[in-house]
């Protein structure tokens, strides 16, 4: 039997800076926390936490907490994730005396730049993503008028911009490259006056590639990442309509191999963009060792 680890499975770039500059913050001594958790990653998150760095869970939570007197400003720092927040939050830290520490991923601050400037100049964004993720929610607070979020190609079969309106398309870093081009072709037949950016992150983008090709290959499909993850989700669904045998596993404890048909030839391992190393060696020898 033939263990085959996609080359893309684990941590991003993007997620990968964020959570190493995290630990870069850890040695100034300062108090460190971070604008919701780092990665969607529990061991990272646990890791983070024994180390004393906390997470700020909510903008009320951020609101709730004791302005620093102007003496001690500095003193505590609030490190950005990879996902990006909205304007106004980098406002709020600075008000509190915070140091704000930006580790939004570039890719994501390439977006935030897009639909402030396109929305300034008078443009309704329409950003294909989840509405309710952080990145999206994140995007839309750059925008600095109209937006919608579009779920999927019925909710663009379902919109109808205002007369004369101008449209830019953008999308969420890891939306489905078919649904996002599937968009832009209903778009294109009701023939809109818009703008289109494919922003979808080049990592996510090949990460699904391989995944796919692993998967239409493979007996056994093994997919590592956090419940919470939205890009462990998406590899999921694309290897399940692959193959049929495909799980998703948190941590090694989730794999049980006496579910795992033995004549299978060849097991495919891939993870999400918040998935530690360390978390694929361990699946990756356990299969190797126990099938
Ligand atoms: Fe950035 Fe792409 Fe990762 S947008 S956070 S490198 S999935």
Known sequence: MEVRLAKTAGFCFGVKR???TVYEQIKTGKTIYTYGPIAHN?????????????????????????????????EVVVVIRAHGVPREIYELIREKGFVCVDATCPSVRRIHRIAERESLAGKHILIAGNPVHPEVEGIVGWCRGPVTVLESPEDAEKYAPLEGENLCL???????????????????????????????????????????????????????????????????????????????IQTLDDLHLEEIPKSARLVGITAGASTPNKLIEEVQNYVRVNF
């Open 42 to 74: 529990e061991a990272v998150v646990r890791d983070l936490e024994e180390k004393g760095v906390r997470v700020i869970e909510s903008r009320r939570e951020l609101e709730r907490m004791q302005e620093l007197p102007p003496e001690r400003a500095g």
């Open 170 to 248: 953008l999308s969420q870093t890891t939306y489905n490259y078919k649904k996002f081009q599937h968009i832009v072709e209903i778009f294109q037949k009701k023939g809109y006056n818009d703008i289109v950016v494919n922003t979808i992150c080049n990592a996510t983008e090949k990460s699904q590639a391989e995944a796919r090709a692993i998967a239409a290959q493979a007996d056994i499909m093994i997919v590592i990442g956090g419940r919470h993850s939205s890009n462990t989700a998406k590899l999921y669904e694309i290897c399940r309509g692959e193959c049929e045998h495909t799980y998703f």
């Open 18 to 20: 964020a959570v190493d």
